[in-house]
């Protein structure tokens, strides 16, 4: 099976700061990689898919990065709407398997 | 509008069954893969079980904890995935959400409980 390491579990953080969130695979997984954005209460939503691919809909100031084994999700500058919780889901191959997901929190 | 809608969730006790349904609309059910995903009270997100489309065989896979105990089938005739859930543990107890895990919505979750 492979592993998703996320990271950080948490995070603190100001209106307009720049986030960085990480996913290491256990194996290469080429940019079989999508991102979700998780709020209290809610379904999941998928802010990019195949590593980079930004979701239609979802703002510019998301981005992704990587391929292999590490990958990357940025936000430029933080909005009010982005506090959530944030995983990564590798659909390389089955089992799929979430990172263990990042709350960014205000600080 | 592009949606998947799931019921059937509910109590039950420790060993007992239950079948959530996912109903689709808005998009080509039949071409669609579907997927359960289900989220523990507080906890992350868990992937459970995926249903191929016909034309790439129907053939379903099945995360290792609930593997020969839960079944997930489809019926296109219906635009509507299942999700049979047999020998029902503690541990099972989560909201359970239909998803195609690509660009469509997800749906909004069926929770199970499974207590005595």
């Known amino acids: 099976d492979i592993q998703m390491t996320q990271s950080p579990p948490s995070l603190s953080t100001s209106l307009g700061d720049r986030v960085t969130i990480t996913c290491r695979a256990s194996?290469?997984?080429?940019?079989?990689l999508d991102w979700y954005q998780q709020k209290p209460g809610k379904a999941p939503k998928l802010l990019i898919y195949?590593?980079?691919d930004l979701q239609s809909g979802v703002p510019s100031r998301f981005s992704g990065s990587g391929s292999g084994t590490d990958f990357t999700l940025t936000i430029s500058s933080l909005q009010p709407e982005d506090f959530a919780t944030y995983y990564c889901?590798?659909?390389?191959?089955?089992?799929?398997?979430f990172g263990g997901g990042t709350k960014v929190e205000i600080k | 509008e592009v949606q998947l809608v799931e019921s059937g969730g509910g109590l039950v006790k420790p060993g007992g069954s239950l079948r959530l349904s996912c109903e689709g609309s808005?998009?080509?059910?039949?071409?669609?893969?579907i997927s359960w995903v289900r989220q523990a009270p507080g906890k992350g997100l868990e992937w459970v079980a995926r249903?191929?489309?016909?034309?790439?065989?129907?053939?379903?896979d099945y995360a290792a904890p609930v593997k020969d105990r839960f079944t997930i089938s489809r019926d296109d005739s219906r635009d509507t995935a299942y999700l049979q859930m047999n020998s029902l543990k503690i541990e099972d107890t989560a909201v359970y959400y239909c998803?195609?895990?690509?660009?469509?919505?997800w749906g909004q979750g069926a929770l199970v409980t499974v207590s005595s």
């Open positions: 889901l590798q659909t390389y191959s089955t089992p799929l398997t």
């Open positions: 195949a590593a980079s």
């Open positions: 808005g998009f080509i059910f039949t071409n669609a893969w």
């Open positions: 249903v191929r489309n016909k034309r790439d065989g129907g053939t379903t």
């Open positions: 998803t195609t895990l690509g660009r469509k919505p």
């Open positions: 194996q290469s997984i080429s940019t079989y």
